[in-house]
């Protein structure tokens, strides 16, 4: 079964606009990672924030970890159309990644 | 300068054959993991190597063989497919030791089984 799930499973946007998407988990952790794959591609790695840490920023990006409530956020601010994508979050336990079945993006022109 | 390449792209074939993907990187890193990628974009891991060592190996048919013959190469041989292993394959690449490290992914193997 898969480990992560996120919320929600698509997402439209207007270019410039902020995106929040979520993920729970249910076991405990080492990190969690978040991933973006465009269409028929292969999935680039974001962000990892490690399970003792809160808040994580990359440009754009910004990752909250909530170990209590096993849960985790991915913000994209100021959206552009390059950013329509999946999202996947990944929990990483004993150098396993289990993903969830993503957010898919859509950004608007 | 390829980070992690798959080949083929794409392979169709008829149920009962076998077939081959092979996976090579050039990062330098000492893990290589395959996973698959249903219809429904759930991502799951199948099997991965330290070094050639095989350290992972996930509830997978034994119809699926991985094989390492160095540390820059994860090849995934499949016997008598079937139409449910239709999926995206994906190889990925990660540094090993004391982490944590990211993953580097192929572009994938689009499996079509008819």
């Known amino acids: 079964s898969q480990q992560g799930e996120e919320d929600p499973q698509a997402l439209s946007i207007q270019e410039g606009e902020n995106a929040t998407m979520n993920c729970s988990y249910k076991t405990s952790i080492n990190n969690l990672q978040w991933y973006r794959q465009n269409s028929g591609r292969g999935l680039v790695h974001l962000i990892l924030?490690?399970?003792?840490?809160r808040e994580k920023h990359s440009g754009r990006l910004r990752v909250t970890l909530d170990t209590s409530k096993k849960s985790s956020s991915l913000l994209i601010t100021a959206s552009r159309a390059a950013d329509t994508a999946s999202y996947f979050c990944a929990t990483n336990l004993d150098y396993k990644l289990s993903f969830g079945a993503g957010t898919t993006v859509t950004v608007r022109a | 300068d390829t980070a992690v390449s798959q080949t083929p792209k794409y392979l169709v074939t008829q149920m009962g054959n076998d077939k081959s993907i092979k996976c090579e990187q050039n990062l330098g890193h000492d893990t290589m993991y395959w996973y698959k990628q249903d219809s429904k974009k759930f991502l799951k891991i199948m099997f991965s190597?330290?070094?050639?060592?095989?350290?992972i190996n996930e509830t997978v048919p034994n119809r699926f063989s991985p094989k390492s013959p160095d540390k820059a190469h994860l090849n995934l041989h499949i016997n008598s497919l079937e139409l449910g292993d239709s999926a995206v394959y994906f190889c990925a690449s990660s540094r090993s030791g004391t982490g944590p490290y990211e993953q580097y992914f192929g572009p994938g193997t689009r499996l079509t089984v008819t």
């Open positions: 190597y330290n070094n050639k060592e095989l350290i």
């Open positions: 924030i490690r399970s003792n840490e």
